[in-house]
């Protein structure tokens, strides 16, 4: 047997120090977490109320609390295949400060079960704050929770939202949003921006501040912080242009004017369009017409349709519009840009 050295003490692993009558928790909040559950959004959340709970990176819920419930305890799997164990039975809501619901596939399953969705009525006439993460918020309008909230859904989901409640209008260029008392976000690192909101609100700025930096996140973001949209030829920089860009690219069937997108950012158009110049250097206008002609190139490359229901399914008024509008840019029509760009077969060794 080889003796070893006793382990230096500046090595030793160091216990947290204890907190001194800590106290209830000051943030406690419980997760519903619907069938097909997108993992990465929970885990975010939960990673930000953890790592601000204790010292460290301790993960003692002393400062706030969290539980994952259910009405008959069975594990629920998330859309990546793994399974949560739940905490505890569903009981009285009102034992949190908010009840926050977890979604993910939009067709990944039933939804809520009845006694979930009961669960969050009665929170709700409890005055408990209900939040949504992902798809969560589709889950809560279903059961008309979301009736007179504004609600943030992924520019991803936007058109999915629109098709199923068709008097609501999500807001799809924020990383979350906050009214009264109900939250939402869209998903992925939102959840965790959500998450340092609260506990900004709560336990205050510095430990918001520590558990996203121990996340490795650089700082909290505001809830008006623009999402991260599709891959755009078009780098802006500027909040508002962004903004805009997102816009254009969520109403690409049906182009909305640069007046009514100007309006809905709470901006004039020739504000927006000194905004452009100086990120861009051009207008909103030709920028539509560049995220337009850069999905009708997507669609070209990757599918089968014809140059009409392009046309269509990228705000042009017709084919013709199209052909001349991708001719004075690409120097080429649809069909021979699509025709040059087929893999051509292999040559013979």
Known sequence: MIATPAMDDSRQMTKPAPILDPGPPRLRIGFLLTPRFTLSAFANFVDVLRLAADEGDGSRPIRCRWRVLSADMAPVQSSCGARIEPDERLGDPARFD???????????????SPEQAGFLRRAAQARVALGGLCTGVFAMARIGLMDGYR???SWFHHQDFLAEFERMRPVSDQIFVVDRDRLSCSGGVSAAHLAAFLVDRHLGRAAARKALSILMIDEPMEGDRPQPGLPLELNARDPLVRRALLAMQQNLHAPLPIARIARDLGVGRRKLERHFSADLGIPPADASIRIRLAQARMLLARSDRTVSRIAEETGFCDASHLIRVFRETEGTTPDLWRQNRAPTAAAPP
């Open 98 to 112: 908010y009840i926050v619901t977890v979604g993910g596939l939009i067709d990944g399953g039933p939804g809520l």
């Open 151 to 153: 609600c943030c859904v």
